[in-house]
């Protein structure tokens, strides 16, 4: 696909000039503006997987950047991708190359698939636009846009974390304030820092319905990051905390971790720390240790034991405690003194790296782990022993996913399929469209469809079926199609949507491109191609009335067209790349008597192969 895309590039003239420098990244016809990052992938127990979709956000740089021509455009951004690593979703374009962070599925709002992420905050000299936590719905339409609404600079990117029902959701708060250092012995001392801590926002409003901060309640003395000769510091002031997520229990209870105090707080309702995990003030007996973690999760908790997880990175800029980086499941038990703290679980990062770069760790329905170790989107899938059952990371050294996650996933894209269609030939005999389909988003997509109509409104004729075989699919039809449009059917053969009617697009200049007579050749009409060919190779009489296309109905033989399906599929891998090949070669100015023959002969083979069952031909549906 990639080769075919590159050629049809040259031929048409350059549409992606740079496509040759960035192995690491997928272009496609349909989307042209789109740079989707490929991904290796590596199965050691395919069988074992749980079911869903990758949810990556990839970034360059965390701090947004002055517009300027670095990105490439609908690079960094939100996507989607299923477990093969072929593209779902890429939602770059959506925010114009912002950063986008924490994206998921939040499948815990209703029945239905809904997705959320932070959008940082854009680079803006006022500081304008601060940011939001999103949630769209399954059909990736803005459902609620939460702003920042209280006096914080920024949608802080560390979490948003969307509470079941949808009605709230929390975010961390990080805010400069200025204090005495008492706590490190120097009273009369004086420094900025940055506090941290949650809010719980309204995700209809953003109003913020509940507020902790750490100020005042967890002391710089916490910190590893602070000693007690450390000099004061100007605005904004020491980051001596660092909150980097936060997690709401059935209790009403709340979970926060600290990275620079290596601390899991639980946060009461009322707003008290009732316990430390962790750090240099912990609560609990504990057999084992961590530091820099992130992504501390309630699994189950009541008023007296929790299981939770989080990524112990075990590591920083600045050194690291132990050798690798691990996924911890932690079970904690209140109602002992002290009160304890067991691992029921620790699977350590596969390739025994430290993972320096956020991350985090996901209990999946089934039993498996899923854990984003993120630079590089690194990302690895675990059965309930721990075992590996797969890794991925991004083809790219460029990127990296703040949070990597895997939920099943309905997308139903609000916008229709996107079609590029064009049109080759050496004469008017041997003319042939080529399509190019995809969709955005959409999920369940098994085959496609090709429909052609000899006017704008004219009535749409089957030219074709293929099987969905990637984002982006191809397929050859004979003739000119002038008009032509596309619909997706799921692999039961139901209809899950259909193109706009589009005009395929021509070669600047035929002779240019190897059509050997001065004329210009004319469309053909698709039912006189296609319709005419089908009743003549029919052994049953249909009435010339099936032409008028009022039929909406399609009734196919599955096997029959799964047989023709295949069929034509067979014929286009055989014959695309090999007379796409030649048409390059054609507009560069040579091989002229070669595709004249290849053709002819293609032309032949063609109309033996097409299916040629009725049920095949059946117009797309109107509605
Ligand atoms: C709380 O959970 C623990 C661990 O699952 C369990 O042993 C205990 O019985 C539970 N307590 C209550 C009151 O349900
Ligand atoms: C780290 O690795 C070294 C050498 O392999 C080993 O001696 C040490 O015990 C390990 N440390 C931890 C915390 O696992």
Same mark, same amino acid.
């Given at each position: 696909?990639?080769?075919? @895309?590159?050629?049809?590039?040259? #031929?048409?003239? /350059?549409?992606? #000039?740079?496509a040759e420098n960035d192995d690491d990244l997928i272009s496609f016809v349909t989307l042209p503006k789109v740079r989707a990052l490929k991904f290796d992938i590596t199965y050691q127990d395919r069988d074992a997987i749980a079911p869903g979709y990758w949810f990556v956000a990839p970034y360059g740089v965390i701090d947004p950047e002055v517009p300027t021509q670095q990105w490439k455009p609908c690079q960094v951004g939100p996507y989607i991708y299923d477990t093969d690593g072929m593209l779902i979703w890429a939602g770059s374009c959506m925010f114009d190359n912002r950063n986008v962070f924490d994206f998921k599925a939040a499948n815990n709002i209703d029945d239905q698939s809904h997705l959320s992420f932070i959008l940082?905050? #854009?680079f803006h000299d006022d500081g304008s636009d601060k940011g939001y936590g999103y949630i769209l719905d399954q059909h990736y339409d803005e459902e609620y846009k939460v702003p920042v609404t209280n006096n914080l600079g920024a949608f802080n990117m560390h979490e948003f974390n969307v509470l079941d029902g949808g009605k709230t959701a929390l975010a961390c708060l990080y805010r400069s304030e200025y204090t005495d250092l008492s706590a490190l012995g120097r009273p009369e001392d004086h420094s900025w820092i940055v506090s941290g801590g949650l809010v719980?926002? +309204? @995700?209809? @409003?953003?109003?913020?319905?509940?507020e902790w901060s750490s100020f005042n309640n967890v002391l710089v003395d916490e910190s590893v990051k602070v000693s007690t000769d450390s000099p004061g510091s100007g605005h904004p002031g020491w980051d001596y905390i660092h909150v980097n997520s936060a997690d709401k229990n059935t209790l009403g209870d709340y979970l926060l971790s600290a990275r620079f105090t290596g601390t899991l707080y639980y946060i009461s309702k009322e707003? *008290?720390?009732v316990w430390r995990l962790g750090g240099k003030y912990s609560d609990f007996d504990m057999d084992f240790t961590f530091s820099k973690q992130h992504h501390a999760r309630f699994l189950e908790s009541n008023a007296t034991h929790h299981l939770i997880s989080f990524l112990n990175n075990a590591s920083d800029e600045?050194?690291? *405690? *132990?050798? #690798? /980086?691990s996924a911890l499941y932690v079970q904690l038990d209140t109602t002992v003194s002290p009160m304890t703290a067991r691992v029921v679980r620790r699977i !350590?990062?596969? +390739? !025994?790296?430290l993972t320096r770069l956020r991350g985090n760790v996901q209990a999946l329905p089934n039993g498996n782990t899923f854990v984003g170790w993120s630079e590089r989107g690194y990302q690895s899938e675990h059965a309930a022993d721990g075992k590996l059952l797969m890794e991925a990371k991004f083809a790219s050294t460029r990127f990296s996913s703040y949070r990597s996650y895997k939920y099943p996933f309905t997308g139903r894209p609000s916008?229709?399929? +996107?079609?590029? /269609?064009?049109v080759y030939g050496t004469s008017e005999l041997d003319m042939t469209t080529i399509f190019h389909v995809s969709w955005n988003g959409a999920t369940d997509v098994a085959s496609w469809r090709f429909y052609a109509r000899a006017f704008e409104g004219g009535s749409p004729v089957l030219v074709g079926e293929t099987l969905k075989t990637d984002f982006e699919t191809m397929y050859i039809a004979e003739g000119y199609m002038d008009w032509v449009s596309v619909e997706a059917v799921d692999k039961d053969g139901n209809h899950l949507g259909k193109s706009e009617?589009?005009?395929t697009m021509t070669p600047g200049n035929w002779q240019h491109a190897g059509f050997q007579t001065e004329s210009t050749p004319g469309p053909d009409d698709p039912a006189a191609l296609y319709l005419i060919e089908e009743q003549e190779d029919n052994d049953d009489e249909h009435d010339m009335g099936d032409m008028d296309m009022d039929d909406t109905e399609s009734h196919l033989d599955p096997e029959k067209a799964a047989k023709a399906v295949e069929k034509a599929y067979e014929m286009v891998r055989g014959v695309g790349g090999l007379l796409i090949f030649i048409l390059l070669a054609c507009s560069l100015g040579g091989l002229v008597a070669g595709i004249y023959y290849y053709l002819r002969q293609r032309r032949l083979r063609a109309y033996y192969e097409v299916p040629s069952d009725e049920t095949e031909r059946q117009p797309l549906e109107s509605s």
């Open positions: 696909m990639r080769f075919t @895309t590159v050629l049809l590039s040259l #031929a048409f003239g /350059s549409v992606f #000039a740079e940082q905050h #854009a719980e926002l +309204d @995700t209809k @409003t953003g109003e913020v319905l509940f707003g *008290e720390i600045g050194g690291n *405690e *132990e050798n #690798a /980086s !350590n990062r596969p +390739d !025994n790296g916008s229709p399929p +996107d079609v590029v /269609s064009s009617v589009h005009k």
